[in-house]
Every structure is written in C-alpha cells, then in structure tokens.
C-alpha cells in the first residue's frame, strides 16, 4: 500500500511532533484583484469572510494596503491582532490534541500585498512567538517581487518558510473566466523564481472551475509539479452566497463538478504526484448557510470518507 506524503506524516518525520497550521486573518490586507490593482470584484469564487473566520474586527473604510502605501498606522493592532489569534487557537490545538509546534498561516487575501516594512515586521513577529517552526504565507503570484523573496530566502535558512499560491489552473481561458487577473505565463515565471530562491512552493488547486475537464484539471496538477511545486492542496469548487459565481449558479450559467469526478480527479491527480511532494489537503468543506451549492462539499469529514475510500481501492493510504 502506498502512503500519501500527507502534511500531517511529512512534519512528524521532521520534527518528530505534529506541526498545526494556525491561520491568520489580519485587518487592513487585501488583495489587487479586490482593489482594482489587476481587477475589481475578485475572483468569481472569492468571498474572502467566508474563510476568514478569525478576522474580528472589519478594517476602517479606506484602510487597506497596498505595497505602495506609505504608511501604516494600524501596524501595532495588526501585529497585536496576530498575536492574540495565535494564542486562542494555540491554547485551544494544545486542549485537543497536546499540539506542542505550530506554523503561523497567513491565510486571507494576498500575504504578500503589502509595505515590505510592514511585511517584515508581521512575520518576525510571527517567527519570534513561541513554539513557532515556520510560516506559510498564502499570496499571489502577481503580488511578489525580488526583494520579497530575497528576504523570505534569508528567513528560510533558519525557520520553515512556505509560499502558498493560488494557482486553480493553467489555462488562460479559465483564468479569464474566473477574473483571476493574470495569466498562465506570468504565474509561470513567479513560481520559477520563488524556487530559484530556494523556497518551498506549495501550489493551491481547483477542480470544477466552469469549463474545465478532467484532463484540464490533471494538466493543471502536473504543470505544478513540473515548476517545481513542493506541496499540492486541492479542492472542489463550491458556490456560496455574495459572490459572481452564485449569479453564475442562479443563472444557469455554471454548474459544480459532482462527487464522482471530483473523487475520481482526485484519485488520478494522487497518482500523478511524486512520493516527495506533500499533499497538504484534498478536500474543503464549508459547514454554514453560506453553502448554496453543491450540498455534498458541506462536510469535509464526508469528503475525505470517500476519498480515503476510493483511495484505498487503488492500493493508497491517505
Ligand atoms: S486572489 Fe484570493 S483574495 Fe484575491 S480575489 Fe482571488 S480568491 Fe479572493
């Protein structure tokens, strides 16, 4: 039976503990496919609460950044607001499991859409709490440059760094679709030099983007890992409330992908990854009234059931 490089076995092996991703939502971040950067309105899929469940306190109107801000007057209550998240869910991850290492996930919007002052000072911070092993640090690939990733180098020499982008897919016509506001080539070449810098990659994907086959789906996979991807999450593309893909939904105009393929999907994308590279996630539930579509994603637990399931019938452990 082959085993899966989950998150979960790839951190014990290093550390000899479990390492806990703490997600991090802070105020004043945003996104240049939200401020009309690149875009306005996001990606059809984004309501960027619905994942931002730490996210207290709703940023003052005209408070978001941007790298070219030229100040930041909320630095102290971001760099308070990480802290205070990161206590709560650690107290409560060392409650329920003894967790003992975490890793601080900056989560919401673009991680990396910032001052690089403001930067800095968020993931030292982040860095000097304790029991603190690394950062991974969600972002675009349109949203680093090479000042950014020089000092996220040099911060990798003694901390696990990872750099988490959304890639969803590599086909232009769906890019454009989804208004992610860039294209495949750029994102090519972002990928390409976050790993010349030697820093670790992990690659977010969607299966069930409108118009996409499986074929387009796996091609998506495999052109992660041919840039060098250390690290593959994905997910099934679900509907929830305020959002364009709902009108999409309501319309008529996009329909989800159903289970069986996306289990199925799933299955040939496992196959395809090498044994080395970490397979942090594969399903995604959302478990609240903001779900219209399709049911079967609200609840993960359910999901990874059947994954686990079809998995095992091709001789697979996750
Ligand atoms: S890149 Fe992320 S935060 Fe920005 S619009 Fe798309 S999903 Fe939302």
């Not at 990733?149 to 911060?155: E, G, K, P, Q």
């Not at 299966?207 to 996979?221: A, C, I, R, Y």
């Not at 593959?232 to 393929?261: C, M, W």
Request: hydrophobic residues 35%.
């Amino acid at each position: 039976m082959r085993e899966v490089l989950t998150a979960g076995r790839y951190f014990r092996e290093k550390y000899g503990v479990g390492v806990y991703k703490i997600p991090i939502s802070l105020l004043g971040f945003t996104c240049p496919n939200i401020d009309g950067t690149v875009a306005k309105g996001g990606c059809v899929f984004c309501e960027n609460e619905s994942f931002s469940p730490n996210l207290e306190t709703k940023p003052p109107k005209k408070f978001y950044l941007s790298p070219k801000s030229i100040s930041n007057p909320y630095l102290d209550f971001q760099l308070l607001q990480l802290e205070t998240q990161y206590q709560k869910t650690k107290t409560k991850l060392q409650k329920k499991f003894g967790a003992t290492k975490f890793i601080i996930y900056f989560q919401s919007y673009t991680n990396t859409y910032a001052p690089l002052e403001t930067l800095k000072a968020l993931y030292e911070k982040a860095l000097s709490l304790e029991d603190v092993v690394g950062l991974s640090i969600g972002t675009r690939t349109d949203s680093i440059d090479e000042k950014i990733l020089s000092y996220l180098s040099l911060l990798s020499q003694k901390n696990e760094i990872w750099v988490e982008y959304g890639i969803q897919s590599v086909f232009d016509e769906t890019l454009s679709r989804i208004n992610r506001g860039h294209d495949v080539e750029s994102m090519k070449e972002s990928i390409m030099l976050t790993c010349k810098h030697g820093l670790s990659v992990c690659a977010h994907l969607i299966f069930g983007l409108p118009n996409e086959t499986q074929k387009m789906m796996l091609e998506s996979v495999q052109f992660a890992l041919d840039m060098g991807a250390k690290s593959i999450k994905i997910h099934p593309l679900y509907v929830v409330k305020r959002t364009a893909l709902a009108n999409d939904f309501n319309r008529g105009t996009f329909s989800p992908i159903s289970q069986e393929l996306y289990i199925d999907t799933v299955v040939k994308a496992i196959k395809l990854i090498p044994k080395d590279v970490i397979v942090q996630r594969v399903s995604a539930g959302i478990e609240n009234d903001t779900l219209i579509s399709p049911q079967w994603c609200f609840s993960k637990h359910q999901q990874m059931y059947q994954i686990r399931k079809a998995l095992r019938e091709e001789s697979i452990l996750y």
